[in-house]
């Protein structure tokens, strides 16, 4: 089991769990020292010595689709994958250095691109599952625009944050559409999310004094870590869940995205973006 963003918070808890649980946990992270010391601390806690350890910084797709490599050289399957990674940024706009997005970078496009890229190993599972985490935040953003995926107009932080968690439960929802026709009939696909927790989602938000104290004041509303990793760990291990796609989990159990904006014709041209976003990497 392969879980994105493993280095602290929701990602961390879902990986010390499944760790608990039995099973082979593949750790990523982005700073190497965070990582190895949340891969020690798990290992010490859980005494599984079946963990292992990576990190790879997702704000670069040339360095998903090097992790990717990685692992497909060094695993010869996958069961389940966690798209938990991803972030929150600045009310100013900023671009990665290949000219992304910086928040659809993180929580669209590498997801995107690390699942497509690992579905071969996924396919080699009896049974694998993709797990990825979106946010009830999706609902928030208002209309979207999918003709300006990457908001060069009309950019917020907290605009960017809702499209870009609304689009990747688009994408989860066409992966799972189209199993037959992508040949990954074993594979199913759900989204899930934590509700609000205390995780490291913010930090670059965290540098404005306005976010910080919005962050204090939703703090007593805030889940306990163990409840906000619930739906992954249900998702990616109950065996209730074998055989379900295309579904969306909350802390309370199954729930109905936003479906406000909703359309075929939407779903598919976030799907098409991301493809032509993400060709130079696959």
């Known amino acids: 089991m392969l879980v994105t963003g493993a280095s602290d918070g929701i990602g961390k808890e879902t990986a010390k769990t499944l760790a608990k649980q039995g099973h082979t946990v593949i750790l990523h992270g982005r700073n190497p020292q965070k990582t190895q010391a949340a891969y020690e601390e798990i290992k010490a ?12 910084d997702f704000l670069s797709l040339a360095a998903v689709k090097q992790f990717a490599t990685e692992i497909k050289q060094k695993y010869d399957r996958l069961d389940v994958l966690i798209n938990n990674a991803g972030a929150q940024f600045t009310d100013k706009r900023e671009e990665t250095a290949e000219g992304f997005e910086k928040t659809m970078a993180i ?42 995926i990457e908001l060069k107009q009309g950019y917020t932080m907290a605009k960017a944050y ?6 990747i439960i688009w994408i989860m ?52 870590l163990a409840k906000a ?20 989990y909350g802390p309370k159990g199954a729930e109905k995205p936003s ?24």
């Open 45 to 56: 806690e859980t005494g599984n010595p079946n963990l292992d350890v990576f990190t790879a």
């Open 107 to 148: 929580n669209v496009f590498a997801p995107f691109l690390l699942t497509t890229l690992l579905l071969d190993l996924l396919k080699k599972s009896t049974s694998a599952r993709v797990v990825t985490v979106s946010s009830a935040s999706h609902s928030m953003g208002g209309k979207p625009n999918v003709d300006d």
């Open 162 to 167: 809702a499209f870009s968690k609304l689009y």
């Open 173 to 224: 929802q066409h992966f799972a559409a189209q199993r037959t026709t992508l040949r990954i009939s074993n594979i199913t696909f759900n989204t899930v999310h934590p509700g609000s927790t205390k995780s490291s989602l913010g930090r670059e938000a965290m540098k404005s004094w306005k976010w910080k104290l919005i962050y204090f004041l939703w703090q007593p509303m805030m889940l306990s």
């Open 229 to 248: 990793t619930a739906p992954s760990i249900r998702a990616a291990t109950s065996p209730e869940m074998e055989g379900v796609n295309g579904n969306y």
């Open 259 to 282: 479906q406000k904006h909703y359309s075929p014709e939407n779903e598919q041209k976030v799907w098409d973006y991301c493809v032509r976003a993400v060709e130079a990497y696959r």
